[in-house]
Protein backbone atom coordinates (compact mmCIF):
# COMPACT_ATOMS: atom_id res chain seq x y z
CA UNK A 1 0.00 0.00 0.00
CA UNK A 2 1.93 3.20 -0.85
CA UNK A 3 1.39 6.61 -0.26
CA UNK A 4 -1.15 8.12 -2.25
CA UNK A 5 -0.50 10.73 -4.64
CA UNK A 6 -1.94 13.96 -5.24
CA UNK A 7 -5.06 12.25 -7.97
CA UNK A 8 -6.34 10.44 -4.42
CA UNK A 9 -6.86 7.39 -4.27
CA UNK A 10 -13.91 3.50 4.25
CA UNK A 11 -18.08 0.08 8.87
CA UNK A 12 -19.95 -4.87 10.71
CA UNK A 13 -22.85 -3.78 11.22
CA UNK A 14 -24.00 -6.55 9.66
CA UNK A 15 -27.36 -4.82 8.56
CA UNK A 16 -28.71 -6.15 4.89
CA UNK A 17 -31.69 -4.58 3.05
CA UNK A 18 -33.94 -8.05 3.10
CA UNK A 19 -38.07 -7.65 4.08
CA UNK A 20 -40.46 -5.53 1.84
CA UNK A 21 -41.86 -2.22 3.16
CA UNK A 22 -44.83 -0.81 1.84
CA UNK A 23 -44.84 2.97 0.27
CA UNK A 24 -45.35 5.88 2.81
CA UNK A 25 -44.87 7.88 0.08
CA UNK A 26 -40.86 8.66 -0.62
CA UNK A 27 -39.02 9.21 2.54
CA UNK A 28 -39.14 6.59 4.97
CA UNK A 29 -38.22 4.24 2.25
CA UNK A 30 -35.30 6.56 1.16
CA UNK A 31 -34.12 6.82 4.66
CA UNK A 32 -34.29 2.97 5.29
CA UNK A 33 -32.32 2.83 1.90
CA UNK A 34 -29.66 4.90 3.19
CA UNK A 35 -28.78 3.23 6.86
CA UNK A 36 -29.18 -0.01 5.49
CA UNK A 37 -27.50 0.13 2.36
CA UNK A 38 -25.52 1.49 5.58
CA UNK A 39 -18.10 0.43 8.96
CA UNK A 40 -0.43 -2.19 8.08
CA UNK A 41 2.36 -0.61 9.63
CA UNK A 42 5.91 -0.60 7.15
CA UNK A 43 8.15 -1.08 10.86
CA UNK A 44 9.31 2.23 12.53
CA UNK A 45 10.88 3.50 9.67
CA UNK A 46 10.23 7.33 8.97
CA UNK A 47 6.63 7.82 9.04
CA UNK A 48 4.65 8.28 5.62
CA UNK A 49 1.76 10.60 5.45
CA UNK A 50 -1.30 10.29 3.96
CA UNK A 51 -2.20 12.39 1.36
CA UNK A 52 -5.17 12.30 2.57
CA UNK A 53 -7.27 9.26 4.56
CA UNK A 54 -10.22 10.10 3.52
CA UNK A 55 -9.43 9.25 -0.25
CA UNK A 56 -7.44 6.40 0.94
CA UNK A 57 -9.97 4.32 2.69
CA UNK A 58 -12.22 4.69 -0.16
CA UNK A 59 -9.48 3.25 -2.15
CA UNK A 60 -10.26 -0.35 -0.26
CA UNK A 61 -13.77 -0.99 -2.15
CA UNK A 62 -14.94 -1.57 -5.19
CA UNK A 63 -15.85 0.04 -8.47
CA UNK A 64 -19.59 -1.33 -7.44
CA UNK A 65 -19.20 -0.66 -3.98
CA UNK A 66 -23.38 -1.13 -2.44
CA UNK A 67 -22.81 1.24 0.54
CA UNK A 68 -20.40 2.54 3.25
CA UNK A 69 -20.70 4.78 6.45
CA UNK A 70 -17.57 7.49 6.63
CA UNK A 71 -15.79 9.31 9.70
CA UNK A 72 -13.68 11.36 8.71
CA UNK A 73 -11.17 14.58 10.37
CA UNK A 74 -11.36 13.32 13.89
CA UNK A 75 -13.57 10.09 14.27
CA UNK A 76 -13.47 9.94 17.96
CA UNK A 77 -14.76 13.11 18.35
CA UNK A 78 -17.29 12.55 16.20
CA UNK A 79 -18.78 9.62 17.16
CA UNK A 80 -18.58 11.16 20.92
CA UNK A 81 -20.44 13.90 19.38
CA UNK A 82 -23.36 11.71 17.78
CA UNK A 83 -23.40 9.67 20.97
CA UNK A 84 -24.71 13.03 22.94
CA UNK A 85 -27.53 12.96 20.57
CA UNK A 86 -27.78 9.76 19.25
CA UNK A 87 -26.99 7.42 22.03
CA UNK A 88 -30.53 6.21 22.57
CA UNK A 89 -30.99 5.11 19.02
CA UNK A 90 -30.82 1.32 18.28
CA UNK A 91 -29.73 1.66 14.50
CA UNK A 92 -26.92 4.42 15.83
CA UNK A 93 -25.85 1.29 18.61
CA UNK A 94 -25.46 -0.73 15.70
CA UNK A 95 -23.81 0.99 13.38
CA UNK A 96 -21.40 2.62 16.32
CA UNK A 97 -20.75 -1.33 17.41
CA UNK A 98 -19.80 -2.37 13.66
CA UNK A 99 -17.38 1.01 13.39
CA UNK A 100 -15.44 0.47 16.73
CA UNK A 101 -15.95 -3.16 17.91
CA UNK A 102 -13.05 -4.69 14.86
CA UNK A 103 -10.91 -1.39 16.84
CA UNK A 104 -12.06 -2.88 20.18
CA UNK A 105 -11.39 -6.20 19.22
CA UNK A 106 -7.41 -5.20 17.76
CA UNK A 107 -6.78 -4.11 21.51
CA UNK A 108 -7.12 -0.36 20.48
CA UNK A 109 -8.72 1.43 23.35
CA UNK A 110 -10.57 4.50 23.44
CA UNK A 111 -7.57 7.00 23.95
CA UNK A 112 -5.79 4.94 21.47
CA UNK A 113 -7.91 6.09 18.82
CA UNK A 114 -8.17 9.73 20.15
CA UNK A 115 -4.50 9.11 19.85
CA UNK A 116 -4.63 7.76 16.16
CA UNK A 117 -6.84 10.64 15.24
CA UNK A 118 -4.82 13.93 16.64
CA UNK A 119 -2.59 14.75 13.04
CA UNK A 120 1.50 13.85 13.72
CA UNK A 121 1.45 17.20 11.36
CA UNK A 122 -1.23 19.44 10.27
CA UNK A 123 -1.48 20.21 6.90
CA UNK A 124 -4.61 22.25 5.81
CA UNK A 125 -7.10 20.72 3.38
CA UNK A 126 -6.12 17.66 4.51
CA UNK A 127 -7.73 14.37 6.38
CA UNK A 128 -5.14 13.10 8.64
CA UNK A 129 -7.79 10.46 10.35
CA UNK A 130 -10.47 8.54 8.62
CA UNK A 131 -12.91 5.44 9.19
CA UNK A 132 -14.94 3.67 6.99
CA UNK A 133 -17.77 1.06 7.60
CA UNK A 134 -19.01 -0.55 4.54
CA UNK A 135 -19.48 -3.15 2.15
CA UNK A 136 -16.69 -2.95 -0.76
CA UNK A 137 -18.63 -5.78 -3.27
CA UNK A 138 -22.15 -6.66 -3.68
CA UNK A 139 -21.01 -10.12 -2.92
CA UNK A 140 -19.95 -8.97 0.39
CA UNK A 141 -22.96 -7.10 1.09
CA UNK A 142 -25.11 -10.79 -0.02
CA UNK A 143 -23.11 -12.63 2.45
CA UNK A 144 -22.65 -9.82 5.16
CA UNK A 145 -19.03 -9.52 5.07
CA UNK A 146 -18.46 -5.80 6.12
CA UNK A 147 -15.06 -3.99 5.88
CA UNK A 148 -14.06 -2.13 8.09
CA UNK A 149 -11.02 0.79 7.01
CA UNK A 150 -9.17 3.15 9.52
CA UNK A 151 -6.64 5.23 8.05
CA UNK A 152 -4.18 7.38 10.45
CA UNK A 153 -1.08 9.53 10.06
CA UNK A 154 0.47 8.00 12.93
CA UNK A 155 2.16 4.83 11.42
CA UNK A 156 4.62 4.16 14.12
CA UNK A 157 2.16 4.02 16.74
CA UNK A 158 -0.52 2.06 15.07
CA UNK A 159 2.15 -0.50 14.43
CA UNK A 160 2.84 -0.11 17.98
CA UNK A 161 -0.71 -0.74 19.13
CA UNK A 162 -1.19 -3.93 16.96
CA UNK A 163 2.16 -5.59 17.64
CA UNK A 164 0.85 -4.51 21.63
CA UNK A 165 -2.16 -6.67 21.25
CA UNK A 166 -0.66 -9.83 19.58
CA UNK A 167 2.27 -9.79 22.48
CA UNK A 168 -0.83 -9.74 24.76
CA UNK A 169 -2.41 -12.69 23.60
CA UNK A 170 -5.57 -10.46 21.69
CA UNK A 171 -4.07 -10.92 18.29
CA UNK A 172 -2.42 -13.45 16.72
CA UNK A 173 0.33 -12.93 13.90
CA UNK A 174 -1.19 -14.93 10.40
CA UNK A 175 1.84 -13.34 8.21
CA UNK A 176 2.17 -10.74 5.27
CA UNK A 177 0.81 -10.32 2.23
CA UNK A 178 2.16 -7.15 0.04
CA UNK A 179 4.47 -5.81 3.18
CA UNK A 180 0.70 -5.75 5.18
CA UNK A 181 1.26 -7.84 8.68
CA UNK A 182 -1.69 -9.85 9.05
CA UNK A 183 -3.10 -10.60 12.42
CA UNK A 184 -6.11 -13.12 13.31
CA UNK A 185 -7.97 -11.81 16.45
CA UNK A 186 -11.68 -13.80 18.24
CA UNK A 187 -14.04 -13.27 15.27
CA UNK A 188 -12.03 -10.64 13.07
CA UNK A 189 -9.39 -10.91 11.03
CA UNK A 190 -6.68 -7.62 10.59
CA UNK A 191 -3.93 -6.14 8.35
CA UNK A 192 -1.82 -2.92 9.08
CA UNK A 193 0.56 -1.64 6.57
CA UNK A 194 1.58 2.34 5.83
CA UNK A 195 -1.24 3.89 8.92
CA UNK A 196 -3.79 1.87 7.68
CA UNK A 197 -6.04 -1.02 10.00
CA UNK A 198 -8.39 -3.09 7.85
CA UNK A 199 -10.60 -5.14 9.18
CA UNK A 200 -13.28 -7.77 7.82
CA UNK A 201 -14.54 -11.06 9.42
CA UNK A 202 -12.10 -13.28 7.33
CA UNK A 203 -8.38 -13.14 6.64
CA UNK A 204 -9.64 -13.98 2.53
CA UNK A 205 -11.78 -10.48 2.87
CA UNK A 206 -8.78 -8.67 4.49
CA UNK A 207 -6.94 -9.83 1.43
CA UNK A 208 -8.91 -9.28 -1.08
CA UNK A 209 -8.98 -5.84 0.41
CA UNK A 210 -5.35 -5.16 -0.19
CA UNK A 211 -5.08 -6.86 -3.25
CA UNK A 212 -7.99 -4.29 -4.86
CA UNK A 213 -6.14 -1.58 -2.96
CA UNK A 214 -3.15 -2.43 -4.94
CA UNK A 215 -4.39 -3.47 -7.83
CA UNK A 216 -5.84 -1.38 -11.32
CA UNK A 217 -7.37 1.95 -10.03
CA UNK A 218 -10.22 1.83 -12.73
CA UNK A 219 -11.78 -1.33 -9.95
CA UNK A 220 -11.48 0.68 -7.25
CA UNK A 221 -14.28 3.53 -5.61
CA UNK A 222 -13.62 6.50 -7.74
CA UNK A 223 -13.09 8.71 -4.37
CA UNK A 224 -13.23 11.94 -6.80
CA UNK A 225 -16.97 10.54 -7.50
CA UNK A 226 -17.92 10.12 -4.14
CA UNK A 227 -16.82 13.86 -2.99
CA UNK A 228 -18.49 15.25 -5.65
CA UNK A 229 -21.76 13.32 -4.32
CA UNK A 230 -21.14 15.10 -0.70
CA UNK A 231 -20.36 18.16 -2.32
CA UNK A 232 -23.49 18.73 -3.54
CA UNK A 233 -25.24 18.51 0.58
CA UNK A 234 -26.16 21.55 1.85
CA UNK A 235 -23.27 20.31 4.78
CA UNK A 236 -20.85 17.61 5.25
CA UNK A 237 -21.81 16.31 8.96
CA UNK A 238 -20.11 13.94 11.46
CA UNK A 239 -21.27 10.73 9.56
CA UNK A 240 -21.55 10.53 5.46
CA UNK A 241 -23.09 7.99 3.60
CA UNK A 242 -22.62 6.82 0.35
CA UNK A 243 -24.47 4.26 -1.71
CA UNK A 244 -24.91 2.34 -5.07
CA UNK A 245 -29.05 1.88 -5.11
CA UNK A 246 -28.22 -0.20 -8.20
CA UNK A 247 -25.11 -2.43 -6.94
CA UNK A 248 -27.93 -2.66 -3.46
CA UNK A 249 -30.38 -4.26 -5.92
CA UNK A 250 -28.21 -6.79 -7.41
CA UNK A 251 -27.00 -8.13 -4.13
CA UNK A 252 -30.28 -7.74 -2.38
CA UNK A 253 -33.54 -10.07 -3.17
CA UNK A 254 -35.64 -7.88 -0.59
CA UNK A 255 -34.98 -4.88 -2.58
CA UNK A 256 -35.62 -6.03 -5.83
CA UNK A 257 -38.87 -7.44 -4.71
CA UNK A 258 -39.22 -3.44 -3.51
CA UNK A 259 -38.53 -2.41 -6.69
CA UNK A 260 -41.28 -5.02 -8.23
CA UNK A 261 -44.04 -2.84 -6.12
CA UNK A 262 -42.44 0.83 -5.98
CA UNK A 263 -40.92 1.36 -9.66
CA UNK A 264 -39.50 4.84 -8.32
CA UNK A 265 -36.33 2.53 -6.27
CA UNK A 266 -35.62 0.95 -9.00
CA UNK A 267 -35.22 4.39 -10.84
CA UNK A 268 -32.47 5.34 -8.26
CA UNK A 269 -29.06 5.39 -8.67
CA UNK A 270 -25.79 6.58 -6.25
CA UNK A 271 -27.27 8.47 -3.12
CA UNK A 272 -25.17 10.80 -0.65
CA UNK A 273 -26.37 11.46 2.62
CA UNK A 274 -24.70 13.64 5.61
CA UNK A 275 -25.43 12.96 9.23
CA UNK A 276 -25.81 15.65 12.06
CA UNK A 277 -25.99 15.62 15.69
CA UNK A 278 -28.45 18.47 17.05
CA UNK A 279 -29.91 19.11 20.72
CA UNK A 280 -31.71 15.80 21.64
CA UNK A 281 -31.79 14.40 18.16
CA UNK A 282 -30.07 13.89 14.66
CA UNK A 283 -30.83 14.91 11.08
CA UNK A 284 -29.73 13.20 7.65
CA UNK A 285 -30.02 15.02 4.70
CA UNK A 286 -30.03 12.80 1.95
CA UNK A 287 -29.40 13.98 -1.91
CA UNK A 288 -30.16 10.41 -4.77
CA UNK A 289 -29.47 10.79 -8.07
CA UNK A 290 -31.20 9.32 -10.76
CA UNK A 291 -30.11 6.04 -12.30
CA UNK A 292 -31.49 7.65 -16.10
CA UNK A 293 -34.91 8.05 -15.79
CA UNK A 294 -37.09 10.49 -15.00
CA UNK A 295 -38.05 9.87 -11.07
CA UNK A 296 -41.64 12.05 -11.30
CA UNK A 297 -42.29 9.82 -14.07
CA UNK A 298 -41.95 6.71 -12.28
CA UNK A 299 -44.48 6.74 -9.58
CA UNK A 300 -42.83 8.99 -6.98
CA UNK A 301 -45.49 10.66 -4.72
CA UNK A 302 -43.07 13.67 -4.07
CA UNK A 303 -42.57 17.08 -6.37
CA UNK A 304 -40.96 20.22 -5.82
CA UNK A 305 -42.61 21.74 -3.29
CA UNK A 306 -41.96 20.55 0.33
CA UNK A 307 -44.02 17.25 0.98
CA UNK A 308 -43.90 16.23 4.66
CA UNK A 309 -44.25 13.08 6.95
CA UNK A 310 -43.86 12.13 10.25
CA UNK A 311 -43.00 8.41 10.65
CA UNK A 312 -43.98 6.43 14.52
CA UNK A 313 -42.80 3.67 15.74
CA UNK A 314 -46.32 1.40 14.93
CA UNK A 315 -46.06 3.22 11.04
CA UNK A 316 -42.40 1.14 10.94
CA UNK A 317 -44.04 -1.87 12.06
CA UNK A 318 -47.21 -1.67 10.04
CA UNK A 319 -45.72 -0.51 6.82
CA UNK A 320 -43.90 -4.23 6.45
CA UNK A 321 -45.40 -6.52 4.38
CA UNK A 322 -42.89 -9.29 3.96
CA UNK A 323 -40.63 -10.60 7.20
CA UNK A 324 -40.87 -11.17 11.06
CA UNK A 325 -39.72 -9.51 13.88
CA UNK A 326 -36.45 -9.89 13.85
CA UNK A 327 -36.43 -8.72 10.04
CA UNK A 328 -33.11 -6.68 9.72
CA UNK A 329 -35.50 -3.52 7.83
CA UNK A 330 -38.34 -4.13 10.34
CA UNK A 331 -34.97 -3.72 13.26
CA UNK A 332 -33.42 -0.78 11.25
CA UNK A 333 -36.97 1.22 10.94
CA UNK A 334 -38.14 0.73 14.51
CA UNK A 335 -34.68 1.75 16.12
CA UNK A 336 -34.81 5.41 13.91
CA UNK A 337 -38.08 5.85 14.81
CA UNK A 338 -39.80 8.45 15.94
CA UNK A 339 -39.03 10.48 12.14
CA UNK A 340 -39.91 13.36 10.91
CA UNK A 341 -39.56 13.94 7.45
CA UNK A 342 -39.51 16.97 4.60
CA UNK A 343 -38.98 15.58 0.48
CA UNK A 344 -38.47 17.21 -2.59
CA UNK A 345 -38.15 15.58 -6.11
CA UNK A 346 -36.97 16.91 -9.43
CA UNK A 347 -36.67 14.87 -12.76
CA UNK A 348 -33.11 13.13 -12.17
CA UNK A 349 -32.69 14.01 -7.98
CA UNK A 350 -34.54 13.08 -4.68
CA UNK A 351 -33.98 15.05 -1.37
CA UNK A 352 -34.91 14.47 2.00
CA UNK A 353 -34.12 16.15 5.41
CA UNK A 354 -34.81 13.68 8.07
CA UNK A 355 -34.83 14.42 11.97
CA UNK A 356 -34.66 11.51 14.22
CA UNK A 357 -35.73 12.19 18.07
CA UNK A 358 -34.69 9.23 20.37
Known amino acids: MS???SRGGPISCGLSLGGIILILRAAPILLALVFAATVAGCGESKPKRLVDARSEVLRFFAVDAPALILLQRNPAAQVSQINRSANDLATWDRLRGGALGPLHAAGLRRADVIRLAHPREQIEGVDAAALALGFPTPASLAASEPLVIYASDRVALLSRLLARGA???RLKRVGQVDE???YRGRGDAFAIRDGVLVSAPR???VRAAIERRDGDRSQQLDDHSVRSLFDQLPSEGSLLVYADLRAVQDADPGLRA???QVPWIEA???LAGSVQPMAGSVRLEVAAKSAGADLTASGLAVGEA???FNFSSSNAASLLSVGGPTD????LLLGMAPLAVEATASSDELRAKVVASP
Do not use: V, Y
Not at 328 to 331: C, D, E, K, V
Open 3 to 5: TPD
Open 167 to 169: DRG
Open 180 to 182: ARL
Open 203 to 205: LAE
Open 258 to 260: LAR
Open 268 to 270: LGQ
Open 306 to 308: PTR
Open 328 to 331: PLRQ
